[in-house]
């Protein structure tokens, strides 16, 4: 009883539920982002103030600040105010996930917490899209690929855009309201739990860390989205190119997962290498954005989906976005934006290198491989960037903002960095950091 009472106590603390309430927004509607983004930074507050510090800022936090003031600044030129500027909202509510969850990184016991929250949560998310799989194509019950789906129906209705919510076939979708930005959330977090796996191997975390990505694997499988199936490769490659030794634990983990699957996940699979609907319509989508593109390729159209559906819309192809992330970046906001956002991606293969490198004669194996996850997270963005916009939703964004988070915070923990403050330092100390 005392244990559940040391554990309820420390699970309230501010920076607890900092890292809970970032790391919980995949599992809720995206509409409901901001609020959480909001509530972790204001338990984020909390414990900065009582450390007696104040928010600060690292390397791939500026850029990303970069970026947001860019595209509020789209907004003003936007043919579609409106949803820019939810579009600013949404990754200004990244940017809040990103600001909390690096400032309460102040000691390797909460960022291996932050690690294992993120595990549970994404094999959670993992389990159930598996149980939507079982129950609809085996047991053929009528059961939803979108946990949300009757209150997101409800909630969106209000709102005077169209939303993309009917799935196609049996794809799980989890929490999500399409199977594609499932996969993408798994595949994004896929690395950070790999990283702990093989980082703290013998502790009871290491072990419960890598038991969830068997379910995360298997989720992301039964969301048949393609381009994620090519970036968990990804991930999996990284980590083989950086840890040779133990190349035949992810063989051996292959063959089991390939031994297990459905014969339609499979064939998913093998159909990468055709020309199929998809692939042709985003030949097609790609050759309209480019002709976008060249007319306005400095500061772009704007930011947001919707103004490049707009353009997609009357060139007669009803695609929700660009299916490129280059290509999207570049129409939203043309060379500039394509540049702010590269720096992030370049900031982030930064971190990843000089963890490796850097951590490695002071700090644990764990600190290496968690370089080594921010090498094949960029990689995995990348690889799906091809044929899709892996940055398309609020949770998404999310996601992509811990990751920055991580990073900013683990060079801090790691390496000795030193984040300039945000606003102001507090003066009074009123109580040590836990």
Known sequence: MTRLKEWAHSATRPWALAIFFALAVPL????????????????????VRRRGASFRVG??????????????????YSPQKVTSLGTVIMWGAGFAVYLSVSNVLTTSRRLSAALVSLAVIGGLIGVIACAQYVLASFFHLPVSMQVWEPVDKAVLSIFPFDFILDINGIRAAATFNNPNVCAEYLFMAAPFLMARAFGEKRSRSGVITGLMLLPLAAGLALTFSRGSYLALI?????????????????????????????????????????????????????????????????????PGTYNTWALLRDAGIDAPHAHNIALQLLAEGGIVGLVLMGTVFALLIRAGIRLYKGAGKTAPRSARLLGVAFLAFTAALLVDGIVDFPLLTPRLVGTFSLAAAFADGGCRLHLGDEAKPLFFRWRKRLSPAR
């Open 234 to 302: 990804a991930v999996v490659g990284v980590f083989c190119l950086f840890n040779l030794k133990k190349i035949w634990i992810f063989l051996l983990g292959g063959a089991a997962v390939l031994f297990v699957l459905p014969e339609a996940v499979i064939n998913r699979f093998l159909s990468i290498k055709s020309i199929d609907g998809a692939i042709t319509e985003r030949l097609n989508v790609w050759k309209v954005i480019a002709d976008n593109i060249a007319e306005r390729p400095l500061f772009g159209v704007g």
């Open 59 to 76: 390397p791939v936090g500026k850029a990303l600040l970069a970026y947001l003031a860019f595209i509020l600044i789209g907004v003003l």
């Open 28 to 47: 809720f509607p995206d509409y409901l982002t901001p609020f959480a983004a909001a509530a972790s930074l204001i338990a984020s507050w909390r414990d």
